[in-house]
């Protein structure tokens, strides 16, 4: 017992020593919408059940997804990627920022966000439609500004990691994102990446990344060794593993693998030898099952004998020993050389992963078997979670084993996996809160709270403001404040230093109040009041590495600049949302009293009482 403690302390720190990492991800950026419904009975015009939609939720899929993921495991997430100007694209804007990631995508107007919508009833998924053509592709233009996004939010990245180069995660999953000028520019600077993580469809397509980590599914990797040469024959237990593929590829897709035992090898219904099957031949029937469209999965067809997925099939009659992990295991150092990765890591969705480096020993992890309606986005919360690990330093196998940790605890309930730092630390049986402070703090104790996150090694993010009537631009404003540490303090303006700042009719909403609604959010970790006109002495007690301020001009002009880089800090100014603002909600909310006539009954009731 006291190694197991041991062990879930010694990854526990891998997880603590992440936090803030900076990591850009880029690539095909989605959204996923589920909606839950009831169903009692039939339709009069086909067998079809009717359904009562009760309700809908959407999240952030695909490359958003995994930057959902690398936020909320404590990574520092900045997305690039091209999102629609549709109702789509607005809400997956609103999943980002929730979720307190930098939201640095490009606006592609004519070119919709892609929608995976996902109709259940009684928890089961009756239909999935897609929508997003890949083949709508960037446009001239379009490539020209991801380019320019990836370009700013590198060197954005670093200036806030101190100029130490940031972290990559490329999203490839053939939806048109990542056009071949977006993909020759980041082979191009590879160098400017300190680690790269690798999740596309077609690996044949990033030649010459060299990624340190590249995490295919079974279905991905096979495919890339059937494109990659000849047939090959590798030694397994028990039998020869063979491989066969065509000569090129179907014009329909990709080219189709078959496993099997070795040419010369003994029939599995000879009753005088071991269990090995031959690859099929001509008058010999072959596994059956068709590849499921459009799914890089692979799914055990009805005959219990075989296993497909999309352009691949993989006949499991060559014995006991050979099934998806031994034979990924077999061919992990040939994965290595034609992705060039340091790390590759094939995904086996409810069974687990193989992983392998530069050791050339395969490490098997494993998962929990669960419906296939809980387990979506689970490789993202993997990707995220490997990819942070690899970049904190920390050895493979501890690498290997929080990334199926992070998978297999976001698989409970149906929706998109999302894991959270807090959840990984709770799994760890580690608490991911050292502090017992509360989040409203008077200004004496903020020097013992600051002194106890310094000494466990935490960055410390300080702001201020009145904060009279809290909305959307805040939260938005306070999310990625705090994306940019571990800790975030926020000075709330007195009342009657807002009557000074703003006028005798202002505040609107006490401090008490004030303080009390930023305290509740979960991004805010501390609030403290001050009485001056300036927070200058707070800044001096807590001697912020970064200072925010709300604005669209440069740090330069902030007043509090020069104070806080006197103290060793950086300053930085977030952008507001657009058309939200205190002034501009109390002034709508007066217009609407001043335009809305009374009603005569109301005051004719009011003159009686």
């Known amino acids: 017992m006291a190694g197991a403690a041991a062990e879930q302390r010694r990854l526990a720190t891998v997880v ?22 009831d169903s009692d009975r039939l339709c009069r015009e086909a067998p079809a059940p009717v359904l009562t939609l009760r309700r809908r939720i959407s999240a952030a899929g695909g490359a958003a997804n995994t930057a959902v993921n690398v936020a909320t495991l404590g990574g520092r997430a900045v ?6 100007a549709d109702v789509a694209g607005d809400e997956l804007h609103d999943c980002l920022d929730r ?33 997003g053509d890949p083949d709508d592709a960037l446009d001239p233009e379009g490539v020209t500004r991801l380019l320019t996004a990836l370009a700013c939010a590198t060197e954005e990245l670093r200036a806030a990691a101190g100029g130490a180069a940031p972290t990559l995660v490329v999203c490839d999953y053939g939806l048109g994102a990542l056009p071949a000028p977006v993909r020759a520019w980041l082979v191009e600077q590879r160098e400017r990446y300190a680690t790269v993580a690798l999740d596309a469809h077609d690996l044949a397509d990033w030649r010459g990344l060299a990624p340190t980590v590249v995490t295919p599914s079974f279905a991905e990797a096979t495919r890339l060794l059937a494109r990659a040469g000849g047939t090959t024959t590798r030694p397994t237990a028990g039998a020869e593993l063979h491989l066969e593929h065509l000569d090129g590829d179907p014009a329909d ?3 189709e693998l078959t496993v099997g035992a070795a040419p010369g090898g003994v029939r599995a219904d000879d009753s005088t030898a071991e269990p090995t099957l031959k690859p099929p031949r001509a008058g010999r029937p072959g596994p059956v099952g068709e590849p499921t469209p459009g799914e890089s999965r692979v799914a055990l067809t009805g005959d219990g ?16 020993g050979v099934d998806r992990a031994v034979l990924a ?30 050791d050339g020993e395969p490490r098997r992890s494993h998962s929990t078997p669960v419906p296939a309606s809980h387990a979506v986005g689970a490789g993202d919360a993997y990707l995220a979670a490997m990819t942070l690990a690899l970049a ?23 929706g998109t996996c999302v894991c959270r730092r807090e959840d990984l630390l709770t799994a760890l049986n580690q608490p991911s809160e050292t502090t017992s402070h509360p989040a409203l703090v008077g200004s004496d104790e903020l020097d013992a709270i600051v002194a106890e996150h310094r000494e466990a090694g935490r960055s410390v993010v300080f ?22 540490g571990d800790l975030l303090i926020v000075a709330v303006n007195s009342d009657d230093s807002v009557r000074r700042l703003k006028g005798p009719d202002r505040p609107v909403n006490p401090v008490e109040d004030r303080g009390a609604l930023l305290a509740a959010l979960a991004c805010v970790d501390h609030v403290v009041i001050f009485e001056e006109d300036s927070p200058a002495v707070l800044i001096e007690a807590v001697r912020p590495d970064t200072y925010v301020k709300g604005g669209d001009y440069p740090p330069e002009l902030v007043p509090e600049a020069p104070l806080v880089r006197r103290l060793g800090g950086q300053v930085r100014t977030l952008g507001y949302v657009p058309d939200r603002s205190t002034s501009a909600i109390i002034e709508r909310i007066r217009s609407h009293s001043q335009d809305r006539e009374p009603d005569p009954s109301l005051r004719i009731r009011t003159q009686a009482s």
């Open 99 to 131: 979720a307190g990631v930098w939201d640095r995508t490009v606006n592609q107007p004519g070119r919709p966000t892609p929608v995976k919508r996902r109709m259940l009833a009684g928890n089961q998924i009756l239909l999935r439609e897609d929508s």
């Open 305 to 320: 004998l075989s296993v497909t997925g999309t352009g691949v099939t993989v006949n499991t009659q060559a014995g006991e």
């Open 253 to 255: 897709g990709p080219s």
């Open 329 to 358: 295991g077999s061919r992990l150092a040939e994965l290595r050389a034609h992705t060039g990765a340091d790390v590759v890591a094939v995904t086996l969705d409810t069974d687990g992963a193989v992983v392998g480096g530069a």
């Open 463 to 484: 702001t201020n403001g009145c904060f009279d009537v809290l909305h959307r631009g805040h939260v938005r404003y306070l999310e990625q404040a705090r994306a940019l």
């Open 16 to 37: 603590e020593s992440w936090l803030g990492r900076p990591v850009l991800i880029v690539g095909d950026a989605m959204l996923d919408e589920w909606r839950f419904a």
């Open 79 to 84: 997305l690039v990627a091209p999102v629609g």
């Open 392 to 414: 904190a330093d920390a050895p493979l196998p501890t690498a290997a084993q929080l990334a199926q940790l992070a998978a297999t605890i976001t698989v409970s309930d149906t």
